[in-house]
C-alpha cells in the first residue's frame, strides 16, 4: 500500500475538503517536495467557483514551498534543498499547465 498524506480536494464546484491521497513515485524528471505551506490562488478559487474546468480529485494547491523530499538526478535539486514550486513552469517540465 503506498504511502498516504492529506491534500485539498477538488469534488465539485463550492466544494473542496481535505482527504487522504497516495504520495506519488518520482519519475525521471521529478521531484517530492514535503511542503511547508502552499498558496491560494485566483486559479483555485475559479476551480472552486466551477468557472475553471477540473476533474473530481484535483489537488488544490499548485504553488508550494517546502523542501526536497526525494528527487530524480536530472531535476538539479538535492534533498533538503528548499524550493518553490511556480506556477509558470517551462512545457519540457510540464504537460499541463493550470494557468490559461
Ligand atoms: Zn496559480
Keep these: 500500500m503506498p504511502k498516504m ?3 485539498a480536494v477538488f469534488v465539485e464546484p463550492n466544494r473542496i475538503v481535505l482527504d487522504d491521497k ?4 518520482v519519475g ?4 517530492l517536495i ?12 475559479h476551480i472552486l467557483k466551477g468557472e475553471y474546468p ?4 484535483l489537488t488544490i494547491g499548485h504553488e508550494p514551498v517546502g ?15 528548499r524550493v518553490i514550486a511556480g506556477a509558470i513552469c ?3 517540465y510540464s504537460s499541463a499547465p493550470l494557468h490559461a
Design 28 to 31: 525521471p524528471l521529478d521531484a
Design 90 to 92: 517551462p512545457s519540457e
Design 34 to 45: 514535503r511542503l511547508a505551506t502552499t498558496t491560494i490562488c485566483g486559479t483555485d478559487i
Design 67 to 81: 523542501s526536497i523530499e526525494k528527487s530524480a538526478r536530472r531535476t538539479g535539486v538535492f534533498r533538503w534543498q
Design 5 to 7: 498524506t492529506k491534500a
Design 54 to 57: 477540473a476533474e473530481r480529485g
Design 22 to 25: 497516495p504520495i506519488s513515485d
